[in-house]
Each structure stands twice: as structure tokens, then as C-alpha cells.
């Protein structure tokens, strides 16, 4: 019975302990057809007050915002991924460098044409940092498949 108590506990404090793990970041992917063969991979994330997430575009400070994409013989990426969002600036103590930086809400756009008109997906994932005022976390990766149709 002792071990059942002990077995018990243990299991609650574990549970306890990832539920207080913080994710302010919350990820969606979607594809826009812009014509037959092209579409704009959207990558949205909505951040949770106070915390912010880096832009791609950042260096000598926190690990930038990057995303990677798997190869698919039936995509061709088209240009760099874009940023959209209320981009913000800040000289960082701490890194020792001017930081860019969305709160709230961004969307990463990646423009990709097909080779042929046909149903296929686009896997990737994306990495990132976030920060607010007093902290940062571990940089984070989140796997995404969007739907090509």
C-alpha cells in the first residue's frame, strides 16, 4: 500500500510540474492557392503577453526565428520566407545588440510553386526563441505538413 501512496504522488507531482511549463507561443499553418501551381505557406503564431519571438533577421543575440523545409521533388521554394507584423526594435543589455522582435501575432510567409498541378504536401519545421522582460526559454522546434491541393 506504501508503494501505491509513493507510486500516486509521484505521478501528480509529475503531472503538476509539466502542466506549470509555460508555451506562449500557439502555431498555425495554412496554404492560400494563389493559382494552379503557386500557393503562400502562411506559418502563424500568437504569442502570449508579455513574451516576444525574434524575427529571422536577428544576429549576435538570441537563436532567430528559421525555418527549415523537408524536400519535395514536386515544390520549388520561391524567395526567402517573409515576416508580417508589428515589428519591433529594442537595444538588448543583455546580448549587447539591437533586437527585432514581434508581440502578439506574426505570420511567416513562404511563396512555393509547383512543378505540376498536383495534390501534395510541404513538411518543415520551424525554430525559435522566446523571451519577455525577465527571461527567456529553451528555443523551441515545431514540425508542421501543410496540404498543397
Not at 502570449?48 to 527549415?68: E, K
Not at 527585432?100 to 525559435?128: H, P, R, W
Request: proline share 5%; hydrophobic share 40%.
Amino acid at each position: 500500500m506504501k508503494h501505491l501512496v509513493v507510486l500516486f504522488c509521484s505521478l501528480v507531482f509529475a503531472l503538476n510540474i509539466n502542466a506549470q511549463k509555460p508555451n506562449p507561443v500557439k502555431w498555425t499553418f495554412t496554404a492560400i492557392k494563389k493559382s494552379d501551381k503557386q500557393y503562400e505557406v502562411v506559418a502563424s503564431a500568437t504569442i502570449d503577453a508579455p513574451w516576444h519571438i525574434y524575427s529571422q533577421f536577428v544576429s549576435g543575440g538570441p537563436i532567430p526565428t528559421h525555418f527549415t523545409f523537408n524536400k519535395n521533388p514536386l515544390v520549388l521554394l520561391s524567395g526567402k520566407t517573409k515576416e508580417k507584423g508589428k515589428l519591433q526594435k529594442m537595444f538588448d543589455k543583455n546580448f549587447n545588440t539591437e533586437l527585432s522582435f514581434f508581440s502578439e501575432k506574426v505570420d511567416f510567409i513562404q511563396t512555393v510553386n509547383l512543378k505540376v498541378a498536383s495534390k501534395t504536401n510541404l513538411v518543415g519545421m520551424v525554430e525559435y526563441s522566446i523571451c519577455n522582460d525577465d527571461r527567456c526559454l529553451p528555443p523551441a522546434k515545431v514540425s508542421f505538413e501543410v496540404a498543397l491541393q
